[in-house]
Structure formats: structure tokens, C-alpha cells
């Protein structure tokens, strides 16, 4: 497998592979196609060259690099090596950070969930301190993550499995057109949170909130 791309001008959003569970290739596939720019996290560079994938950037801080570097040069043409060794961040926080220095407005998180539970945990919740700088979509072959503004609408056909999932408190939530609406109403991660709803009928669910990190999940099983 193997994708390029012509960037226009940051338009278009970049995507970053983590080192979770690996997803589809379709899924996979179809990811590359709508991005011109791929950043690979070190731990999942080797399954990555498995699948023939061209890498513009390999990031993180190499502790445990299970392929040379100078293979890794040989493999990608023109790949870029960049060593993030600051452990107070994990290697997907450096990533975004990496991207928002360049200039990048969205990206689309791959394989960032799975595997280990406090890597997903982490993965999941982190994306809200970037929400000022950049736009981030996480993806899986069940889930799309992303945060929410505080207005929010968008069409989904009846049925459709939606998440709100709160990082720490969310005040002030109102909801339209979900199975189980919320009226200035509060969520909690840890005690209440708005878990395994679903649009009441097709058409545009609306979604507020007055303060608060929210996340929404478009699911399927």
C-alpha cells in the first residue's frame, strides 16, 4: 500500500498513525487517499513499512527503536527523523505539537486506540488541550472522536449511535433530536457521562454547552 498526494497548501488534513491497534485497510485506504501528509510514531514504524506505506515524518523519542534508522532511510525516500526525546509528553502530544509548529489545521488520528487501556485513555482525553490550535479527528474501524465548539449541529440518519463524553465537568449541556435529550444539564467523566445515545430521527442533532471539555463519538459496532 502506498499513497502521494499533493499538498494544497495545508488545506487538507494531515494524518498521524499511532501505535494501537491497527485498523482496516480500507479504512487505512481510504484515510491516505484525503491525506497529504503522514506522520508515523517510532513504535509502529515497523508495522508501517509492512504495508508499504509512504512516510513524510517519523517521530518520537527511539528508546526502544526495533529498526535502524539507516534501514528506515533506505525504505522511505526522503523521510524526515524527527527526535522528540521530552518525556512529559506522550509521542502523540509531540506529534500534534509538531503539526500545529508547521502550520497544519486538522489531522486525523489513526491507531490510537487499543492495545494498551492508558495508552487509549490518554489518547482520547489529551486531544482536548489542542482544541485553540488544531483540528483533531480520532478514527477507528467502531469510532470517530473529536471535540466539540460550543455549538454544534450536524445531519445523521435515524438511529445513529452518538457518545458525549465529558473530560472532567461539562455544565450547561442542551441537546435536540438524541433519543435522550439533555436540558442544561451537567456530565462528569467518572460519574455521569452521555454514553449510548442515539439520533431520534434523520435530520440535524444539535448540541450545546456552556463550559466544559466535550467529546462526541460517532459509534458502530
Known sequence: MSS???VRDLQE???IIANGEACSIELLGELLEWSPYVVVLDGAIHRVLELEIKVDVLLGDFDRNEIPLETIKAKQDAI???????QNKTDLEKAIDFLIQKGHRAVNVLWATGK???HTL????GIVRFKNQITITMIDDYSVIYQLPEKFQKWYPKNTPISLIPVGTVEGIVTENLK????NESLTLGYRIGSSNEVAEDGIIKISHQKGDLLMMECKD
Open 180 to 183: 435522550y435529550n439533555l436540558q
Open 116 to 118: 494498551r487501556a492508558d
Open 4 to 6: 502521494h498526494h499533493v
Open 13 to 15: 488534513p494531515a494524518l
Open 122 to 125: 490518554a489518547n482520547i482525553t
Open 80 to 86: 524526515e527523523i524527527v527526535h522528540t526525546p521530552d
